[in-house]
């Protein structure tokens, strides 16, 4: 069964700073890895994707992400913080035969003038 | 494109009441459909999945005669809550697996339900 681990419920970054969300990931099967944004009462937006290929993902609204197999991680970075990305994030892994999704806790991002 | 939505955004009911909840996929087929739960600020956790002409998979501890779901088209499912108590209020998101893209769920904007 495949888990993710993010820690750090609550992230707070400077406006201009940089973004870095941890994610760390378990599968027994070489995973499918995702980053999703959430803004309050709405659901899920898919940020970017990792399945196979280039390990460095570059996403939507700046931010990318690396798949390290070594490390099991897929942290996510944005080099600028903006008023904008205040959100949660959530990192989510699937495989499987019917490619259910498991979900981090989530990371609620503030974004500090 | 890959464009998911949920009908009602919000919803008050009577405890003892039934609701139901559609989730379509407006510019793609979706085979597959699955269908969330989210507590105030938790993550979410996978109730069951929907697939097109046959019955749902529902997740360990999610009773089926509670939360029943039909995925009558490729482009619909629904959930109905049955007899609704205040304990069943939550966020309800629905999501779609794209045919041609099968690692990737497109969500839903969620459903608030408010059980009184």
């Known amino acids: 069964a495949q888990s993710v681990t993010q820690l750090g419920s609550h992230v707070s970054v400077s406006e201009g700073a940089l973004v870095l969300l941890r994610c760390n990931y378990s599968?027994?099967?070489?995973?499918?890895l995702f980053w999703y944004v959430q803004y309050p009462n709405q659901g899920l937006q898919l940020l970017l994707k990792?399945?196979?290929?280039?390990?460095l993902v570059k996403g939507i609204n700046g931010f990318e992400a690396e798949f390290k197999k070594s490390e099991t991680s897929f942290h996510l970075t944005k080099p600028s913080a903006h008023m904008s990305d205040a959100a949660e994030y959530f990192c989510?892994?699937?495989?499987?035969?019917?490619?259910?999704?498991?979900f981090g806790k989530g990371n609620q991002v503030v974004v500090i003038p | 494109g890959a464009v998911v939505s949920q009908h009602p955004s919000r919803v008050i009911c009577k405890s003892g009441t039934s609701v139901k909840i559609e989730c379509r996929s407006l510019d793609f087929q979706a085979t597959t459909m699955f269908w969330y739960r989210q507590f105030p600020k938790q993550s979410l956790m996978l109730m069951a999945t929907s697939n097109e002409g046959s019955k749902a998979t529902y997740e360990q501890g999610v009773e089926k005669d509670k939360f029943l779901i039909n995925h009558a088209s490729l482009t619909l499912s629904t959930l109905t809550v049955t007899s609704a108590h205040p304990e069943d209020s939550s966020f309800y998101i629905c999501s779609a697996r794209v045919l041609l893209a099968q690692e990737t769920q497109y969500f839903g904007p969620g459903t608030r339900l408010l059980v009184l």
């Open positions: 990792y399945t196979t290929g280039a390990t």
């Open positions: 989510a892994v699937s495989r499987g035969g019917n490619n259910r999704l498991a």
């Open positions: 599968s027994s099967v070489p995973p499918y």
